[in-house]
Structure formats: C-alpha cells, structure tokens
C-alpha cells in the first residue's frame, strides 16, 4: 500500500502510537491550521518505529519565515512550555517551535520547521 504522507488519515489505520497520533493531531487542528504550509508529519512515528521517547515532527514548506511564526505563535502559545526560535541548518535559516500536549500521561512535543 502506497502512502500519501501528506494525509495523515493513514495514522488511523495504524499501531495504538499513531491512532493516538491522528487523534491528537485532529484535536489540535495542526494540519488545518498549518494547511497552507503542506504539513508532513516525519520521524518514528509514521514509519513505525518509534520508541516511547519519540516526538511529533512536522515539516512544513515555508517561504515567509515571519509569517509563518506569527501564525504559529499565535495558535500555539497557549501550550506548555512553548518557545520558538530560529536556526540555521545545513546553510538554510529554519524556525523551529516547540511545544508541549499533555496526553494518556505522557507529554507530547511538536517540533514545526521549515523544509
């Protein structure tokens, strides 16, 4: 079966990690509010692999880096131990949020960057 990485209705069909995942995710409307970005969740989880350290990674295609972190900061601020920044990786400026989501008692971090 061939995924569209970029639909994350695929989680759904998943191991218990990335049902909670989809579940999360939708409760948070990150993909809905990041739309406009192409939101990608990489990493562990949605190749299965993850271990139970492992965070939600999500990539996005961002051309307007103050835009971008308007809009993040703007809809998730309000999360736990919140904080944005920017960095440079492999020679491209990159704005990076963290953020915490308290869920079936584990902490759930997001790390939003820049493709």
């Not at 990485?5 to 998943?14: A, E, R, V």
């Not at 409307?29 to 990674?57: A, C, H, M, Q, W």
């Not at 131990?81 to 584990?106: D, E």
Request: neutral net charge.
């Amino acid at each position: 079966m061939e995924v569209n990485w970029h639909d994350i209705t695929y989680l759904k069909l998943g191991n218990e990690r990335q049902r909670n995942t989809h579940s999360v995710l939708n409760k948070l409307k990150i993909f809905k509010i990041l739309r406009e970005y192409n939101p990608t969740l990489v990493g562990t989880i949605p190749l299965e692999i993850d271990i139970s350290e492992s965070d939600l990674d999500i990539i996005c295609e961002v051309y307007d880096l103050e835009e971008y972190e308007e809009l993040v900061i703007r809809s998730f601020n309000k999360y736990d131990n919140f904080h944005i920044k920017r960095q440079t990786v492999k020679g491209l400026l990159t704005s990076l949020a963290y953020f915490g989501y308290r869920t079936k008692n584990r902490d759930t971090y997001f790390l939003c960057h820049r493709l």
